[in-house]
């Protein structure tokens, strides 16, 4: 049983890299800095309030609840995890 569920793991997975499911899922996780910026529309020195405030009326916009769609509120919420690991990946490497 635990070989033929391994099996059909494998299979889910190559057929998944395949189609290239794999792939653009691997790609709606990345984001640059300034990708993340023109998303949100906050300059380059935005504290995490800015950045938190900016997603918030964005992602009341484009929240598919709202009439969005499940694509742009991930790339929203991609936007700000993007810019706070950012700033705290700058402020742990200033202290």
């Known amino acids: 049983m635990i070989k033929f569920l391994l099996v059909l793991g494998l299979a889910v997975l190559a057929y998944l890299y395949l189609t290239g499911q794999l ?15 023109a998303v949100l529309g906050v300059p380059l020195g935005a504290d995490a309030d800015a950045i938190r405030a900016a997603h918030r009326r964005l992602v009341a916009r484009v929240h598919p609840d709202a009439g969005g769609s499940a694509e742009l509120a991930t790339r929203v919420n991609l936007a700000r995890d993007t810019l706070l690991s950012e700033l705290n990946r700058n402020v742990g490497g200033a202290s």
Do not use: D
């Open 23 to 37: 792939t653009r899922a691997a790609k709606r996780r990345s984001m640059t800095a300034e990708e993340a910026r």
